[in-house]
C-alpha cells in the first residue's frame, strides 16, 4: 500500500462548480499534512496546511479525518485558474514529507 | 530574497556522462532535499540533509550522490547518467523536515 495515496483523476468542471479531492495516508503516527498545487510543468507551492479542526482559506476548505486517516480539500465556486494538480502530502516517521501522486483537476468555461 | 534557485533549468546528456545540479537556498533553512518526478509517480525523495555536513537517503538514492559543505547549497550528483534518470528534479528546503518545503523551478533532464 502507497503511504500516500490519491485518486489522480482527472476531475473536469465547469466553472462555479464546488468539487472535493480526498487523500488517505497509511502511517498513524503522522503529524504534519499539506495540500500543494502544482501547475504544468512547474514547482509545486504550498495551498493550505491541513489542522485537526479543519481550515478554510477563501474558496478552500481542509479537513482532516485521524481516525479513518484521510484528508479532503474542497474547492467552491470552482474557477478557471484553479486548474492544476493537486499534490496530497503527509509526514512519514522520521518526519519527511512523502508526496501522492496528485489530482488533476480540469476547470472548463 | 530569491528563495530556492537552481541551475541548469534543461540539460540533456549522453548515457555514462556525469554532471551536477546545483541547488541553492537563502532563507537559512537546515533542510534542504532533491525529489524526482516522473509521469504518474508523484514526487519522491532522492536525498536529504537536515544541515551542514549531514545528508542521507531517500527513496531513491542509487545513482546520485549529494555533499553539504554549507547551509546555502545542496547540489546533486549523477555518477554515470542512464536514461531511466531521464526525469524533472526539484531542489527543496525548508526549516524542519516536516514543515512548508519551499521549491526551485526545477531541471528538467533527458539522458539519451
Known amino acids: 500500500r502507497k503511504e500516500v495515496e490519491q485518486d489522480p483523476g482527472p476531475f473536469n468542471v465547469p466553472e462555479g462548480a464546488t468539487v472535493a479531492f480526498n487523500c488517505t495516508y497509511s502511517?498513524?503516527?503522522?503529524?504534519?499534512f499539506f495540500w500543494y498545487r502544482q501547475d504544468c510543468r512547474k514547482e509545486p507551492k504550498l495551498l493550505m496546511s491541513?489542522?485537526?479542526s479543519g481550515n478554510e482559506d477563501g474558496r478552500f476548505t481542509a479537513q482532516l479525518n485521524r481516525a479513518s486517516q484521510y484528508i479532503s480539500l474542497l474547492i467552491r465556486d470552482s474557477k478557471l485558474s484553479d486548474s492544476a494538480t493537486y499534490l496530497c502530502?503527509?509526514?512519514?516517521?522520521?518526519?519527511?514529507?512523502?508526496f501522492g501522486q496528485g489530482t488533476e483537476l480540469s476547470v472548463k468555461p | 530574497n530569491a528563495g530556492v534557485t537552481q541551475t541548469p533549468k534543461f540539460q540533456v546528456l549522453k548515457t555514462g556522462q556525469s554532471m551536477t545540479l546545483q541547488c541553492a537556498q537563502d532563507?537559512?533553512?537546515?533542510?534542504m532535499s532533491w525529489y524526482r518526478q516522473d509521469p504518474g509517480m508523484g514526487l519522491r525523495l532522492i536525498h536529504y540533509?537536515?544541515?551542514?555536513?549531514?545528508?542521507d537517503q531517500g527513496e531513491v538514492p542509487n545513482g546520485y550522490n549529494v555533499s553539504r559543505s554549507t547551509t546555502e547549497d545542496f547540489p546533486l550528483r549523477l555518477l554515470s547518467a542512464a536514461p531511466s534518470q531521464t526525469s524533472v528534479y526539484f531542489c527543496?528546503?525548508?526549516?524542519?523536515?516536516?514543515?512548508?518545503?519551499?521549491f526551485g523551478p526545477g531541471t528538467r533532464l533527458t539522458v539519451l
Open positions: 527543496a528546503s525548508s526549516y524542519l523536515a516536516e514543515n512548508e518545503q519551499f
Open positions: 502511517n498513524s503516527a503522522s503529524q504534519s
Open positions: 491541513v489542522y485537526s
Open positions: 502530502v503527509v509526514n512519514d516517521e522520521g518526519g519527511k514529507l512523502i
Open positions: 532563507m537559512n533553512h537546515e533542510y
Open positions: 540533509s537536515v544541515g551542514a555536513g549531514i545528508t
